[in-house]
């Protein structure tokens, strides 16, 4: 297992500033890292400052497994992808 962090950047817009990031999902299977950012509706009056904003998500030490992975993370008008090797 991978004994070091893997930070990922990530710079993200908005459709209107409704919603905020709240987390994202990480999925792995056969070689492949699916990453899925999760964002929440604000309620009631309650507005984001600006559409545009950056995260830097973080996979923590151990969490994969040795070997070459594609690490795609989805957009809901594009996604980027890359490959990674965890040794």
Request: hydrophobic letters at 40%.
């Amino acid at each position: 297992m991978s004994a070091i962090e893997y930070p990922i950047g990530m710079t993200y817009t908005l459709p209107d500033n409704k919603r905020q990031l709240s987390g994202a999902h990480l999925y792995e299977r056969e070689g492949e890292i699916v990453i899925v950012a999760d964002f929440e509706r604000l309620d009631g009056g309650l507005l984001a400052r600006t559409r545009e904003d950056s995260a830097l998500l973080t996979v923590p030490p151990g969490a994969l497994r040795p070997g070459a992975y594609r690490v795609i993370v989805v957009g809901e008008r594009a996604s980027r992808e890359w490959t990674l090797r965890v040794r």
